[in-house]
């Protein structure tokens, strides 16, 4: 059985791959309806021809006052506000390999790590999964150092790594969960390699 546990409290928002779709161009005030890729021709109020293509960038940037990290442009991370001034980003892709962030903007969040690492693995637990974890640390590119559990659960062939991590300032900071398994495929490797090498934690 493949358990492909993504809930802490409010957890459950997938990122969704976006291939193409309908977009709305507008230049020199007219609109012009386009998809990734199409090349079209505007024309411009003094009667000029342009052409004009819509491209999307392989590599995006989402950011938002607390952090900021790169990712595939065909993954979209998804935020969310999960009250009391918890706020909860989360990019995921089909295979379950996941990237998640919490917000805590009235709290350092560091003690919660056992709770995070619980709620994660609890229905693995009842499952009859092995659960070993270990203290774990990563120095980011920026500068700063974030700190947690290295968790693995395992289960006959079955095998899940996540880093619980976190960074803590005064009444503020960051929970940040990425989560692999021994199935994951090579363009989930690099997306979550891509995070941890651009993470930049803005948490003042």
């Known amino acids: ?7 802490i409290m409010a957890l459950g928002l997938w990122g969704n791959l976006v291939l193409s779709g309908n977009y709305l161009l507008t230049i020199d005030g007219k609109p012009y309806e386009l998809d990734i890729g199409e090349m079209t021709t505007a024309t411009l109020q003094n009667g000029q021809k342009i052409q004009v293509k ?17 990712h595939p442009s065909g993954f979209a991370p998804a935020k969310t506000d999960l ?26 969040p560091c003690g919660l790590i056992d709770m995070v690492v619980t709620e994660l693995t609890k229905e693995e637990v009842h499952y009859g999964y092995t659960i070993t ?14 700190m947690g559990k290295y968790v693995v659960s395992k289960y006959r062939k079955d095998e899940y790594q996540r880093n619980v991590l976190c960074y803590g300032a005064k009444d503020a900071g960051l929970v940040i969960v990425t989560q692999l398994d021994n199935d994951t495929p090579s363009e989930d490797m690099a997306m979550i390699d891509l995070f941890w090498k651009t993470l930049k934690i803005l948490v003042k």
Do not use: W
Not at 54 to 70: C, H, P, Q, Y
């Open 1 to 7: 059985m493949r358990l492909r546990l993504l809930l």
């Open 54 to 70: 819509l491209e999307k960038k392989v590599i995006a940037t989402f950011k938002t006052e607390m952090f900021s990290f790169n």
């Open 83 to 108: 009250g009391d001034g918890v706020y909860q980003t989360m990019m995921a892709t089909p295979s379950g390999t996941m990237v998640m962030i919490q917000e805590y903007t009235g709290l350092n």
């Open 133 to 146: 974890k270990r203290d774990v640390s990563k120095e980011l590119a920026e500068g700063h150092s974030v």
